[in-house]
Antibody
Framework: EVQLVQSGAEVKKPGESLKISCKGS????????IGWVRQMPGKGLEWMGI????????RYSPSFQGQVTISADKSISTAYLQWSSLKASDTAMYYC?????WGQGTLVTVSS | NFMLTQPHSVSESPGKTVTISCTRS????????VQWYQQRPGSSPTTVIY?????PSGVPDRFSGSIDSSSNSASLTISGLKTEDEADYYC?????????FGGGTKLTVL
């Protein structure tokens, strides 16, 4: 059974750093692109970027280029999404996805 | 770059059939696969259609997907509507390796 299991909810202050994770199992982790998707409260789905864990080839949406970093550690079948300096506007639910599978989401709350 | 445009909302009665459209603004709808995602309130998205018309295991055959080159759009059709189908539905396709999402359609089953 394919599963994407994401790390738990986070509450952070503006300016703090954060790295959330997405662990894949039940499929060949290195052979499929993994995408990250943001959903702000009450809003639609926004594509942030994708990574191919086999060679770490990474593509970013222009809207998120320079704002986040996507990475993967194929030795532990885990993809990451990280921020170096969070803003209140980063408050959202974040999903990883490997078509047609989705993770359960990680809620990130940034508040002073 | 292109956009995917969906109706903001649709409503239909239980047992009926509803179709949600997803229109591509430029380039051919047939040139890249289209996926459809269902998101119930408070839940993560799930895939109901991938690669234009394929259903993941566990998705009932009441859900079907198609593309129409004449209108440059994709469609999600749900037949025999149930109250549990009430959700937001998003289409998604590709622009090179980039993902493009439609704005979402709220389906009300009343």
């Amino acid at each position: 059974e394919v599963q994407l299991v994401q790390s738990g909810a986070e509450v952070k202050k503006p300016g703090e750093s954060l790295k959330i994770s997405c662990k894949g199992s039940g499929y060949s982790f290195t052979s499929y692109w993994i995408g990250w998707v943001r959903q702000m409260p009450g809003k639609g789905l926004e594509w942030m970027g994708i990574i191919y864990p086999g060679d770490s080839d990474t593509r970013y949406s222009p809207s998120f280029q320079g704002q986040v970093t996507i990475s993967a550690d194929k030795s532990i079948s885990t993809a990451y999404l990280q921020w170096s300096s969070l803003k209140a506007s980063d408050t959202a639910m974040y999903y990883c996805a490997v078509t047609p599978y989705w993770g359960q989401g990680t809620l990130v709350t940034v508040s002073s | 770059n292109f956009m995917l445009t969906q109706p903001h909302s649709v409503s239909e009665s239980p047992g009926k059939t509803v179709t949600i459209s997803c229109t591509r603004s430029s380039g051919s709808i047939a040139s890249n696969y289209v996926q459809w995602y269902q998101q119930r309130p408070g839940s993560s998205p799930t895939t109901v259609i991938y690669e234009d018309n394929q259903r993941p295991s566990g998705v009932p055959d009441r859900f079907s997907g198609s593309i129409d080159s004449s209108s440059n759009s994709a469609s999600l059709t749900i037949s025999g509507l149930k109250t549990e189908d009430e959700a937001d539905y998003y289409c998604q396709s590709y622009d090179s390796s980039n993902w493009v999402f439609g704005g979402g359609t709220k389906l009300t089953v009343l």
